[in-house]
């Protein structure tokens, strides 16, 4: 059975958001902060690049903050063991083309995903470096209002299906840590893994909204665990094929920890 694994990039690859880490460590944060009330997250950083060109920073400069990022060594070995058994390794990521692909060209990971769905960047002619939203939300809107509006990763993610299912059925495992990985992971289907970072916003609404998920539940706390799981359950189902896999790790929120919880989010259609 042919697997694709699902990636979040910030705080699911990277163990930091990588917008903020630009911004702090370029000495943006003030003016981020100021800024934030004012204007979707998308737009902001396209911003705060307007402002780095005004300073004389480089997209040099802004790739070798990118190059330090924190990036656990067992996710690299994870990546390349799960592309090396065949899977189709993808990646989901509000962050932005940039960001992305500077920090696995690094750690010569680029080649081992499919496809990278973000949003786009680009150098203008003046040397800037400019965000566009995946979405252009200033047409329209997609719909959704657990996502920002620049991306619904659950429309994303339908899109994944249908592009990956094409020569046949697929299982997916999908990885991530926030808000918008949630509507993802409403588009598995109960064959599906969910691979939520744990005591994360998407931990903490699935305990909210246990029934909700149809794919089997897998938690992982570090880079360590994520490669243990993921790779567990590639071998699972590679053995198993269509029979049902047990979530041998799924550390299901407390009974007692759900009574009494309302959904936090409009769960989207």
């Known amino acids: 059975m042919a697997v694709v694994v699902v990636f979040d990039f910030d705080k699911t690859i990277i163990d930091c958001d990588s917008d903020n880490w630009v911004v702090d460590e370029l000495g943006l944060t003030p003016l981020f902060t100021q800024l934030l009330p004012t204007m979707p997250w998308n737009s902001l950083m396209d911003r705060m690049f307007m402002e780095l060109h005004s300073q004389r920073k480089t997209m040099e400069d802004i790739a070798e903050i990118l190059k330090k990022a924190p990036l656990h060594p067992r996710i690299i070995s994870a990546i390349k063991s799960a592309h090396a058994s065949g899977c189709d390794l993808r990646i989901v990521s509000d962050a932005n083309a940039f960001f992305i692909e ?48 620049n991306m619904c990763k659950g429309l994303v993610m339908e899109r994944v299906r249908a592009s990956a299912t094409t ?8 990885l991530g840590d926030g808000i918008a990985d949630f509507c993802s992971a409403l588009k598995l289907g109960e064959d599906d893994f969910l691979m939520p970072r744990k005591n994360y916003p998407i931990w903490e609404i699935i305990c909210r909204n246990p029934k909700i998920i149809k794919a089997r539940i897998n938690e992982w706390i ?44 409009p769960v989207p259609h």
């Open 102 to 149: 500077t920090v696995l060209k690094h750690y010569e990971l680029i080649d081992y995903f499919s496809e990278i769905y973000t949003n786009p960047s680009f150098v203008d002619g003046e040397g800037r470096l400019r965000i566009l939203p995946y979405y252009d939300f200033k047409s329209s809107s997609h719909g959704c209002n657990v996502c920002p509006p």
């Open 167 to 174: 020569e046949g059925k697929k299982r997916f495992i999908y």
């Open 222 to 265: 570090d880079g360590e665990e994520m490669e243990k799981i993921l790779l567990h359950l590639i071998t699972t189902i590679s053995i198993n094929g269509d029979e049902k896999c047990n979530n041998m790790w799924a550390d299901k929120c407390s009974m007692d920890s759900r009574k009494g919880f309302q959904s936090v989010l």
